[in-house]
């Protein structure tokens, strides 16, 4: 059982530096307005309410218990504070000196209080958390049942502890675990230790942490992101999706638009992606197919930064994605045909859209936006059969390997189910930014054709995107672009 939460620590980080170097490599990543972000109150550091907060303008599910586990996460010297010191310890990457450097250096940019960062970093600091907070979750399982069975850590230390100094080494714990040296680096790394670690540090890390009070009303739990009267926006439908963006301030609006022209540049394989995308966009011109002989020619106009930055956070969706379906099939509890036979409760062999709702109540989650959006982008005719769903979690051709296994519906643990609400939630997000990003569009268009056939074909244009929902280096996407044709 110790070996499991080793080995759950190890992944966590492994998963949290592949975020963290993703985000560092963005143009707008900076450490002082994220700090801001959190610290809405100017004290200086981050508390357990201050996450409590992000997590819920994000969407994220997350406990008075799972923020102060955040907070403990993030409390590198221990002294019970997130400073700005501790902040960017855990931030930066702790495994590529270069990003780390550049990122370090970035120049701040001013964000007002109680505003959301701009979309691509808010999105990739939501995932940031809540890929923690699963693994933190999943770590408090594993103590729970060690201390049910009286685990005895104090042998285990004097075991390691070969010197006899207090202390153990990395090579000592790395031999005694029959660790490969990656896997020990990210150990030691979630404790930002370099190689040794002493006992207290080390009990610190396996055994369940007592919360502290803090004081914390109920009536402040509303965060007052979500009390932002802002109403601008780009979309008219007002079911679409609305970003952080659109919550904010019409002087923070221009902020960022003046960030997203100025020389700053994304990573070099994001730079691809927005060179391609601007060559094949740009004057790009749709001719839908009539009734009739006559074609009307739809005219993209102002296909300028914000468009294609846009399109640009639908693929940071698309990859974030990806890593959640590689997570949640690699799961042992996890077989795609049980998940299907649960939301198939009365063995119909396809799944409605109620089906879905009452899915989602047996297993005590909450799913924000419309389940009829997948059903349309996956299923036929209302309802989605089994080789539909399977689209939904798995990444390409990937087979469930769990599938010729006699199917329980009942049983999952709770880190599956957090991973199968967060893979539903995100798709929904998608398909939802999807729908918001073709109505925006649609503004952009001069024709005098039926509205009808234009969404359809500029539908038709976005529903090819699903084909690169997994990403590999933003090259299929490119691919995409490259033959597309309406």
């Not at 409590?52 to 994220?60: G, S, T, V």
């Not at 080390?202 to 919360?211: E, G, K, P, R, S």
């Not at 300028?304 to 698309?318: H, I, S, W």
């Amino acid at each position: 059982m110790i070996k499991q939460l080793i080995s759950s620590i190890i992944e966590c980080e492994k998963a949290l530096e592949n975020i963290r170097i993703e985000l560092n490599q963005q143009s707008l990543f900076s450490l002082k307005p994220i700090m801001d972000r959190f610290d809405q109150q100017n004290k200086g550091h981050i508390t357990s309410y201050d996450i409590l907060q992000f997590c819920q303008d994000n969407d994220i599910q997350c406990q008075h218990y799972d923020a102060f586990l955040c907070v403990k996460y993030f409390d590198v010297n221990k002294d019970g504070r997130v400073t700005f010191e501790d902040f960017t310890i855990q931030m930066l990457s702790k495994t590529n000196r270069e990003i780390r450097f550049v990122a370090a250096v970035r120049e701040p940019y001013f964000i007002e209080k109680q505003m959301c960062l701009p979309e691509i970093i808010e999105t990739g600091l939501s995932y940031f958390f809540g890929e923690l907070l699963i693994y933190l979750r999943e770590q408090l399982e594993i103590k729970m049942l060690l201390e049910k069975e009286n685990f005895n850590y104090f042998k285990l230390f004097q075991q390691l502890d070969k010197s006899n100094n207090g202390i153990i080494h990395m090579n000592d714990f790395q031999k005694y675990f029959n660790l490969t040296q990656e896997d020990t680096n990210y150990f030691f790394m979630m404790g930002n230790h370099n190689e040794t670690i002493d006992q207290i540090n080390l009990l610190d890390m396996f055994v369940i942490t007592q919360l502290k009070s803090e004081n914390i009303s109920k009536e402040k739990i509303l965060s007052p992101l979500k009390q932002n009267n802002f109403q601008q926006s780009m979309y008219e439908n007002d079911n679409s999706f609305q970003s952080p963006e659109q919550r904010s301030t019409v002087k923070y609006k221009k902020a960022q638009l003046k960030l997203l022209n100025s020389e700053q540049t994304h990573s070099n394989a994001s730079s691809v992606f927005v060179d391609e995308l601007t060559k094949k966009l740009q004057d790009f011109t749709f001719t839908p197919k009539s009734n009739d002989n006559n074609k009307y020619q739809i005219e993209l106009i102002n296909f300028d930064k914000v468009v294609y930055q846009q399109l640009y956070q639908l693929l940071l969706k698309c990859k974030l994605l990806s890593k959640t379906q590689l997570k949640l099939i690699q799961r042992i509890d996890f077989c795609c045909k049980s998940v299907f036979k649960f939301f198939d409760h009365e063995n119909k062999d396809f799944i409605t859209e109620q089906d879905f709702y009452s899915g989602f109540r047996r297993l005590r989650i909450q799913i924000k936006g419309l389940v009829r959006d997948l059903i349309l982008s996956y299923g036929q005719n209302s309802q989605i059969n089994y080789q539909q769903f399977k689209k939904l979690f798995y990444i390409d051709h990937h087979v469930d390997s769990n599938e010729s296994q006699q199917s329980n519906p009942q049983l999952f643990s709770n880190v599956t189910i957090d991973y199968i609400r967060q893979l539903f939630q995100e798709q929904i997000d998608i398909e939802q930014f999807k729908k918001g990003f073709i109505s925006n569009l649609l503004k952009k268009v001069k024709t005098n054709d039926d509205t009808i056939i234009i969404t359809k074909q500029v539908q038709d244009l976005f529903n090819k995107y699903n084909a690169y929902p997994n990403d590999r280096e933003l090259a299929i996407l490119t691919n995409q672009l490259q033959i597309l044709q309406i």
